[in-house]
T-cell receptor
Framework: GDSVTQMEGPVTLSEEACLTI???????????LFWYVQYPGEGLQLLLK?????DKGSNKGFEATYRKETTSFHLEKGSVQVSDSAVYFC?????????????FGSGTQLTVLP | KAGVTQTPRYLIKTRGQQVTLSCSPI?????VSWYQQTPGQGLQFLFE???????NKGNFPGRFSGRQFSNSRSEMNVSTLELGDSALYLC??????????????FGQGTRLTVV
């Protein structure tokens, strides 16, 4: 079945450091790929998504590129801020079939220190 | 506009009891999906409703059920509670039309503790 593997956390960075959170997936065909963010005390919210190979999703300074050849969708940001401290979830949705639910990775806790 | 609202935020129940959780989606959204979040299993899909019809169901026992009302509000019910049902239950909404199935926002969740 479909699965998503994220890098283990927690990740602790200093403000203005570069961030990469690795995400790889297993799925047939061309699933849609997502990054969700969960800030402390809040529900998950969609950060960015990509629906086909080589697409780049971006939002709030974060980027992720859909790499079909490496089945990856790594999240990157060039300069993190304290306000980026949150849990980040990678997810996929199948491109076809009746099962259109999201499959999530285990989440990566990011803490940014001032 | 108001986000996804889940009630109650916290619940403590005894094994064998049943529980009902409620979710009000973002105004205008017609699709509601439910997820269970636990430290061991992470986020797992329970079911999705669109226009009062269950469109998709995850791999959970029949003790887990749900429904959606004409105003798009949704409830999920868990009967004969087990200790392993202790989890954070999350609801998400999406427009559900024009291919927009992907939930943009989740509620804060209902934390269920079974003792």
């Amino acid at each position: 079945g479909d699965s998503v593997t994220q890098m283990e956390g927690p990740v602790t960075l200093s403000e203005e450091a570069c961030l990469t959170i690795n995400c790889t997936y297993t799925a047939t065909g061309y699933p849609s790929l997502f990054w969700y963010v969960q800030y402390p005390g809040e529900g998950l919210q969609l950060l960015l998504k990509a629906t086909k190979a080589d697409d780049k999703g971006s939002n709030k300074g974060f980027e992720a590129t859909y790499r079909k050849e490496t089945t990856s969708f790594h999240l990157e940001k060039g300069s993190v801020q304290v306000s980026d401290s949150a849990v980040y979830f990678c997810a996929l949705r199948p491109s076809s079939g009746s099962a259109r639910q999201l499959t999530f990775g285990s989440g990566t806790q990011l803490t940014v220190l001032p | 506009k108001a986000g996804v609202t889940q009630t109650p935020r916290y619940l403590i129940k005894t094994r064998g009891q049943q529980v009902t959780l409620s979710c009000s989606p973002i105004s205008g959204h017609r699709s509601v999906s439910w997820y269970q979040q636990t430290p061991g299993q992470g986020l797992q899909f329970l079911f999705e409703y669109f226009s009062e019809t269950q469109r998709n169901k995850g791999n959970f026992p029949g003790r887990f059920s749900g429904r959606q009302f004409s105003n798009s509000r949704s409830e999920m019910n868990v009967s004969t509670l087990e200790l392993g049902d202790s989890a954070l239950y999350l609801c998400a909404s999406s427009p559900g039309t024009g291919g927009t199935y992907d939930p943009g926002f989740f509620g804060q969740g209902t934390r269920l503790t079974v003792v």
